[in-house]
């Protein structure tokens, strides 16, 4: 599996979500549903949880057995198993950076995540991706919604048409688009929610994800949830281990 391979491997991984439930008493405008959307996501600064699934990649099934540990604005840390629970890959992410490193044969990958991802032109940066785990609205046209208001959902969508999102009247997202072009797409759908303390998170979640060169699918199970519960965030490439 190479760096590019894996880093659209973890980008499914990435999709555990926290919104607070609030109450929706009227129609909103575009502008203050995205806001409320963000309002949701504050009081969250640390997320985990064990995730089980599975990813239809380059015509290969892979079963997904992971642990996801996020540090708001500061680490994305993922440690995904291989058969018999033991540690494949291991990956330390954040604003400027992404390490990888690939147990089953003794590889490692360290570089720059904007620069991978302009690379490969996948749509993914450390923030896009933080957004994806806590399903967190933070479109970069703010002010270029428009929306449909029906009973059972908000439906917004950009001036550039490439972006769609929909929310409950709870502002929990159920579905989520974002596109660069026909051959450049992301497709979040939040199929069912838990809760946990005062936070929904995300049961069952797919993604569709389409780069100009990768297509995959995913079907991602979240357990044992956790938030505001600071957790150790270990990384370290052994000496013995070369580059990809």
Same mark, same amino acid.
């Given at each position: ?7 659209i491997?973890?980008?499914? &991984? ?13 129609s909103q405008?575009?502008?203050? /549903?995205?806001?409320? %959307?963000?309002l ?5 600064? $640390?997320?985990? @949880? ?14 997904i057995?992971?642990? &996801?540990?996020? =540090? ?6 993922? *440690? ?6 033991? +540690? @494949?890959?291991?990956?330390?992410? %954040? ?8 147990r ?23 923030? +896009?991706?933080?957004?994806? /785990? ?7 046209? =703010? #002010? ?7 009973? +059972? !959902?908000?439906t917004?969508?950009?001036s550039?048409?490439?972006?769609? /999102?929909? &929310?409950?009247? #709870? ?7 974002? *596109? ?6 992301? =497709?979040? #759908?939040?199929?069912?929610? !838990?809760?946990?303390?005062?936070? $929904? ?13 990768? %297509?995959?699918? !995913? %079907? ?17 490439i052994?000496? *013995?281990?070369?580059?990809m």
């Open positions: 599996m190479n760096r590019v391979s894996l880093f491997f973890i980008v499914f &991984l990435s999709s555990c979500a926290g919104i607070k439930l609030t109450t929706n008493t009227s405008s575009a502008q203050q /549903i995205l806001q409320n %959307t963000k949701n996501t504050a009081q969250l600064e $640390w997320v985990t @949880a064990n995730i089980k699934g599975k990813v239809d990649f380059d015509g290969s099934n892979l079963p057995n992971a642990n &996801l540990r996020l =540090k708001k604005d500061s680490v994305i840390w993922l *440690s995904i198993s291989a058969i018999m629970g033991l +540690e @494949a890959l291991r990956a330390h992410i %954040t604003p400027d950076s992404i390490h990888l490193i690939n089953l044969n003794s590889t490692y990958f360290v570089g720059n995540i904007n620069a991978l991802s302009s690379q490969y032109n996948l749509p993914f940066s450390f923030f +896009e991706l933080q957004d994806l /785990i806590l399903a967190s609205v933070n479109p970069k046209e =703010k #002010n270029s919604y428009t929306v449909d208001v029906s009973p +059972e !959902a908000y917004l969508f950009s550039n048409n490439q972006s769609v /999102i929909k &929310l409950n009247t #709870n502002y929990l997202p159920l579905e989520v688009f974002h *596109s660069k072009s026909d051959s450049q797409y992301v =497709k979040i #759908n939040y199929l069912n929610y !838990a809760q946990t303390d005062t936070v $929904w998170l995300p049961k069952t979640v797919t993604i569709d994800l389409q780069s100009s060169e990768k %297509t995959a699918k !995913a %079907t991602l199970n979240y357990s044992k949830a956790t938030i505001n519960r600071p957790k150790k965030l270990k990384f370290s052994p000496s *013995s281990y070369v580059p």
